[in-house]
DNA sequence: GTGGTCTAGACCACT
DNA sequence: GTGGTCTAGACCACG
């Protein structure tokens, strides 16, 4: 058994740049800090940004220019698709949460309907 | 900037303990293994499972015999009510993370429909 | 048989911190000592005064900001709340007491009424 | 500041030994068990033994006979001015503890009056 | 500086 | 054997 939730860091870091695209922190064309940069910002070593970025380029989501940096694409649908992609990721992983709590399908829906119903409430 | 999705060890046990109860891995008056044995099975330290324990005790959730273990309570409101708290814990992750998306209410709602009818379509 | 009077002693410094709020020695709102400081005041291990104020931060008793220190909760309701419930342990523990002296609960009632008349008398 | 409620053990080995007689645990006339003897049980020094003895019998409430042991006064009045100091002894403790809870002694009456209500309806 | 978490190890009480 | 308490000391996150 595991508890420890330990997603390897390079795939969190992978994830945090996507979320940032998707949210406008990074524009499309728009350069990233450099590696070494990263490394430090996020005190993980060289490697493991290395890591992150390399499988993002093989993504088409960023663009290396040797001696430059590393950009993400001017692609605008790459957003598009990168939003899909983290939205589809919750909800999958609600479902399967919930599936486990053996809800429904339908007592899913009715669930969530009633939260957010609840949650505008609690504004006004 | 924080990646290790570190919440603390105790409280990771303390969800996965009621995760089994609530999907009756654990039933009503069924003991516990020993906190040295569950120290062992999950590697922690014994004070690690205490602490857990101890706050599912306060909670009601479990009691505790000296000299013969935890038990889950036999209280079955609590099964019922355990099932509420992590359910709302779900949505309220999801609806988090979706509105960092920035997607409006009606969008959440729309995509977890459409999620949950494709997933209908891919068992037929 | 059990001589020593051993409640432990986080728990003897949480019904020492509430009858301090109840008491009004400490304020809503009022910042306790650091962990460390009570400590060395109290003379136990940091571990114990945090298992403490751990258990009254569950209760909703105080407030902990991270890198400030432990709040007394502003909200009123809880003081009221204390005080209720550390009239009734006393009453609990007396009644437990003279019960056990073999005292009907009539005579108790009458025991405790005489006992206060006299101590009016006495400063009369 | 002290926490440890540490009254001396060997108050704590003469209030058990009265509560005995007032029990009628240990009757009029009875022989105590050897110093000897209750140091093991009691896990504590014969020293700590001795001394609550003896100021037991500087009470008449205990007899020694040298070479024979220790017996419970046969005086039949000794009982009662027991249960007369130990009922006192706990009104003045709740007493006191409830006035620095900042009650009236009206109030005080008026909380056990209904405290004992609420415990007969629970038998009920 | 603040509090929070975790470990290692000791000792106690109960059955 | 079981769980409960306490200590000492380490490391982390926050401000």
Redesign the interface.
């Known amino acids: 058994?595991k508890?420890?939730?330990?997603?390897p860091?390079y795939k969190?870091?992978e994830e945090?740049i996507k979320?940032q695209i998707?949210?406008k922190n990074l524009l499309p064309g728009e350069k990233l800090p450099s590696v070494r940069q990263l490394a430090i910002?996020?005190t993980?070593n060289v490697n493991t940004i290395q890591r992150a970025l390399s499988s993002l380029t093989d993504e088409e989501i960023l663009e290396t220019k040797r001696g430059l940096g590393n950009f993400v694409t001017e692609d605008s649908a790459v957003v598009h698709r990168l939003?899909e992609e983290?939205?589809?990721q919750?909800?999958?992983?609600?479902?399967v949460?919930?599936k486990?709590?053996?809800?429904t399908?339908d007592e899913?829906?009715m669930?969530?309907?009633q939260?957010?119903a609840e949650?505008?409430e609690e504004k006004s």
Do not use: P
């Not at 486990?100 to 809800?103: G, K, P, S, T, V």
């Open positions: 058994m508890f420890l939730e330990d997603r860091i969190q870091i945090h979320r998707v949210t910002d996020l993980v939003k983290l939205i589809h919750e909800l999958e992983r609600v479902y949460q919930l486990a709590l053996e809800l399908d899913i829906i669930n969530l309907t939260f957010i949650k505008g």
